[in-house]
C-alpha cells in the first residue's frame, strides 16, 4: 500500500481541522452524562445529534431495549435509557463498514469531576474526553474527511453511539447485534494506550446478581425460627471466590454483598453481585455450570436462591480474522508513521458484541489517554489529529480494496 493523492487530500483535510477535532471533545466531555443521568445523556445526545448532521447522511435517534435490575431488596426493577444514535450513509454500497462509540461515561451527576483542564505537561485532564467523547470526535472527523475521497461510493457505513457502553450495553446490545451481522469491518472508538497500543484479544464479561431469600425472625426470642440470607450470602461469596484458579483465565470478582437490617432481626434478604472474565466460549461454559450448581444448593436450610444475569461481552479472542484485521492496521499506520502494536486485554466493550455478530473489528482507535474510569482521566491533545488521519486511511484502503474487507468478513464466518 502507498498513500494516493486523493488520500493524502483526505488527510491534509483532517489536519486542517485538528483544532475542531480537541474543541468539541472539549466541549462535550463538560456535559455530564454518566450512564444513570437521563437528563445529562439526552443533553449529549442534543448536541450529538446537531453535530452529526453536517455529515452527508441520514441520522435517527433509535429507542433502546428496556431491561431490569436487581435492587438491593432482591425486587426486579425495570429500566430503560436514552435513545442510541444512528447515523447511516450508502446502505447499498457493496462493503459495509460498522463504527460505533458510547456517549455515557462512568461519572455521575453529583461528581466533582466536571471540566476539563489542562495538565502542566500539555495532556487534558476531564470526565470522558478520552473515554470516550474524543474517540468520537476522531470517528466524526474521519468520516467528514473520507466523503471527499473520489472512492467513497464504494463503501457504505452506519454509525451508532449508545447510551450504555459503560454498564454493559444492556438496551443498545439487539442494535450492536443487527449491526455486526451485516457489516464486514467493525470501527470502535475506545482510546488506546497512552503510547498508542491497541487492544488485541479481549475476555469475555459477565455480571450476576445472586438473590440470596431467608426467612426473618427476632434475632433474640426466635432466632432458631430464622434462616439468615446475610449469612447464606457471606458463604455463597467466599464458594464464588474458590473458584478463582480452578480454571485458566476465568476470574469471579465478588464485588458486594447487600441486604439485612436491624441488628436484632434475622436477615430475609440479601443480595451478592458478582463479575465473571473467560477468555473463552469453553470456559464461559464450565463457568457457566459451576454458577448454576451453586444457585440450585443453597448453603443451609430456609434459604432459596434466584440467580440473575449473564455474559454482556463474549470472549473476543484473536481468530484469523482479527489478525489479518491488525495486520492491515499496522500496515496503515506505518505508511502514517505511526507504529502500531497490540496487546491483550482483559477489558471488555461494544467490540466483543460485534465481534460475536460477526464482525472483524478493531475497538481501541480513539484518542492516546490513560487512567480512565477515574478523576485523572487524560487524552493526548496531539493524538487526535493523528488517530483521526489513522481512521481516514483505514477507510480510504478499505474502498480502495487494499484493505480487503470481503475477505476479511469471510474469515470471521468461518470460525464461528
Known amino acids: 500500500m502507498r498513500i494516493l493523492p486523493q488520500d493524502q487530500a483526505a488527510l491534509d483535510l483532517v489536519g486542517r481541522g485538528a483544532s475542531v477535532l480537541v474543541d468539541r471533545a472539549v466541549d462535550w466531555a463538560q456535559v455530564n452524562s454518566g450512564s444513570d443521568n437521563a437528563d445529562g445523556l439526552n443533553a449529549m445526545l442534543d448536541r450529538l445529534d446537531a453535530e452529526t448532521r453536517r455529515l452527508p447522511a441520514e441520522v435517527e435517534r433509535i429507542p433502546t431495549a428496556g431491561f431490569s435490575t436487581v435492587g438491593d431488596d432482591g425486587t426486579l426493577r425495570p429500566q430503560s435509557r436514552a435513545d442510541a444514535l444512528r447515523i447511516t450513509a450508502r446502505p447499498e454500497a457493496p462493503i459495509q463498514v460498522v463504527l460505533t462509540g458510547h456517549y455515557d461515561t462512568v461519572y455521575p451527576a453529583d461528581s466533582p469531576f466536571q471540566t476539563v483542564t489542562a495538565r502542566p505537561d500539555g495532556a487534558l485532564n476531564g470526565p470522558g474526553i478520552a473515554d470516550m467523547k474524543g474517540g468520537i470526535s476522531v470517528m466524526l472527523g474521519a468520516l467528514a474527511a473520507f466523503e471527499t475521497h473520489p472512492e467513497r461510493e464504494r463503501v457504505g457505513w452506519t454509525v451508532l453511539l449508545s447510551p450504555d457502553e459503560e454498564i454493559g450495553s444492556p438496551a443498545s446490545a439487539p442494535l450492536l447485534a443487527e449491526l ?68 485458566d483465565g476465568v476470574t469471579v470478582n465478588v464485588a458486594r ?147 480487503d474487507a470481503e475477505r476479511l468478513k469471510r474469515l470471521r464466518l468461518e470460525t464461528m
Open 180 to 247: 455486526g451481522a451485516r457489516g464486514h469491518v467493525g470501527m470502535t472508538y475506545e482510546p488506546a494506550l497512552a503510547d498508542g497500543t491497541l487492544a488485541g484479544a479481549r475476555k469475555g464479561s459477565g455480571n450476576f446478581h445472586l438473590i440470596v431469600t431467608g426467612r426473618a425472625a427476632h434475632a433474640g426470642r426466635a432466632f432458631h425460627e430464622g434462616a439468615n440470607a446475610v449469612a447464606g450470602a457471606a458463604v455463597l461469596a467466599a464458594a464464588l471466590h474458590a473458584l478463582n484458579g480452578q480454571r
Open 257 to 403: 454483598i447487600a441486604g439485612g437490617g436491624p441488628l436484632n432481626v434475622v436477615a430475609d434478604n440479601a443480595v451478592v453481585r458478582f463479575n465473571v472474565r473467560v477468555p473463552d466460549l469453553d470456559a464461559a461454559d464450565w463457568i457457566t455450570v459451576e454458577l448454576a450448581a451453586l444457585a440450585a444448593s443453597p448453603p443451609f436450610e430456609g434459604l432459596t436462591l434466584d440467580l440473575h444475569g449473564g455474559f454482556t461481552r463474549p470472549p473476543k479472542p484473536m481468530d484469523a480474522a482479527q489478525t489479518a484485521l491488525f495486520e492491515a492496521v499496522r500496515e496503515t499506520g506505518a505508511l502514517l508513521g505511526q507504529t502500531i502494536a497490540w496487546s491483550p486485554s482483559g477489558g471488555v466493550c461494544e467490540g466483543n458484541n460485534l465481534h460475536a455478530a460477526g464482525l472483524p473489528n478493531i475497538d481501541t482507535l480513539g484518542v492516546r489517554g490513560g487512567l480512565i474510569h477515574s478523576p485523572d482521566e487524560f487524552a493526548w491533545p496531539d493524538s487526535f489529529v493523528e488517530r483521526a488521519q489513522l481512521s481516514t486511511l483505514m477507510l480510504c484502503k478499505i474502498a480502495s480494496g487494499e484493505i
